[in-house]
């Protein structure tokens, strides 16, 4: 399982793909920085990061299908899947090492942009406690949005529809909360509760106001989880119906 | 020993292989032969677990696919039809991802890389991208893939497509070579591989099984119908006649022009006898023999009629060698 891992985080950066979705995801983060730091009122003392990523999560967000769509898409195209469907290993493992490998990617992209807080920690004061949070907050929100757009590039041979779909998915975990809030929705209370156990906006905003909750944390992981869950079912039953 | 029990595949309503069994012995090389499109690679993909079954089971060394799908995969080398490479990656940083997918333990990596590396003569290349190499070199890096782990088993999935002849003679070899070591069942639809490298043959058809046999044997069954090849000078109505006149001859079945005024003639015979006769009295009628020859009948021609009949079923799995086809001559 190791060695697929390895190899899936290698592909990322022997091919300019880790490269260019960083340089997007930095310059996407440059702006929301700069944008925050020149709307900042003079009697703010400390700079408030998990606004940036508040603010701007959905650019954040609609990088993480570059990532993702090629994933298992593009090993269906070239029919390199075989390779692991016929090595001892199983298909969870093979799941889990991709996921891991893309988490690794997106947590170095992550560290890259921890040169922001650094220039304003070293030329202003910053909110160690909320940055740190703000940090968490959005790992956890990736991890999960990472699965979704792994399921994705599970269903397809195409990594731009993948991409597709991936992007097609991220709008709806968007909308969910505002969708749940909705006239319409609020009328039918058992469906607007659903919506919101499955939202992630408002627990994403927790965190992003530097408020930590151990129930949030568990959301995001057993989310993540459960999607990892069907894309292996995903894999598992076009194996059955097809070649 | 594979043993491949009442295997069946359904796309959705279209079935893709129906009932096939047969048995592979160890240190065997089984060909596996079929038109296009006959259900080949499903039963390939089948018996290496990347495909299941809708019915039927695979047995590789008493261990079932179904229920212990580690343990077979670990004694399975297997090359698909198209090979799995990744075009980004280096030769020998592929094969070594390979071996640390297969489980090969960490200290014997780089000694079966060598060993895959070499066999395929792919050392000059280990450094190389795949993507930019040749699909010949392709297909051996898939191949060497097969290799790692020192699998009890290869399949290989017409491992000869694509390649030019002088690859394709060395495939041949190194399966021979290979056959010391390993058991093999490999896929093709190219006769004279069949007949070079293999024992056994399953033919296929339809994704049903038409013959389980031994070379010798299915060539035993067409034996009789014998093609003498004649290359003559002369006017052909002249060489037809004569052809005619000559005892011993049959129909003639086909005339290709080649240069002018002169014709090859494939015409059926009773036995070689024929040909002295047949020379004497083309050149008592004025004309020039420039080439004769016959061409026994042969794999093809089981192949042929083999894949345009009914299906042969074998209760036993094959495990008697001598023929059982019971079908009407047409």
Sequence with gaps: MFALYKREVRSYFCTPFAYIVSAL?????????????????????????????????????????LLTMRTFAEERKSHTETLWLSAPIRVWQVVLAKYLAVVTVFGLMLVLSLFYPLVAFIKGSVIVSSLICGYLGFILWSLVCIAVGMLCSAVTDSPILAAVFGEAAMIFVIILDSFAETQFVQSLPWLSSAMLWFSTQHRFAAFAQGFFSVSDLVFFVSLSAVVLAWIVIVIEKRRWSRG | MVEIRNLTKYYGTHPAVTDISFTVGDHEVLGFLGPNGAGKSTTMNMITGCLPSTSGTVLVDGHDIAKEPLQ?????????????????????????FAAGLKGVPRAERKKQVDYALEKLSLTDVQQRVIGNLSKGYRQRVGFAQALLGNPKFLILDEPTVGLDPKQVMEVRTLIQDL?????????????AEVAAVCERVVIINKGQIRAVD?????????????RIRLKAEGEMTKV??????????????????????VNTYTIKAESDEVRKPLVAALVAGDCMVLEISTLHSSLEDVFVRLTSSAPF?????????APKQKEDDN
């Design chain 2, 240 to 261: 037809t006649r004569i052809i005619r006149s000559v005892k011993g001859t049959g129909d003639i079945e086909d005339v290709v022009p080649d240069t002018p005024g």
């Design chain 2, 313 to 321: 079923t074998d209760p036993e799995f094959d495990t008697e060698p």
């Design chain 1, 25 to 65: 995801f930095l310059m996407v983060f440059s702006w929301s920085f700069i944008r925050s730091i020149s709307q900042m009122s003079s009697s703010t003392l400390s700079f408030q990061f998990p606004a940036v990523f508040y603010n701007n999560f959905f650019f954040f967000i609609f990088l993480i299908p």
């Design chain 2, 214 to 226: 031994t070379i010798e044997n299915l060539e035993r069954q067409v034996s009789g119908v014998l």
């Design chain 2, 179 to 191: 056959a010391r070591e390993h058991t093999i069942i490999f896929s093709t639809h190219i006769l």
């Design chain 2, 72 to 96: 077979v995969k670990r004694l399975i080398g297997y090359l698909p039809e198209l090979p799995p490479v990744y075009p980004e990656m280096r030769v020998r940083e592929y094969l070594q």
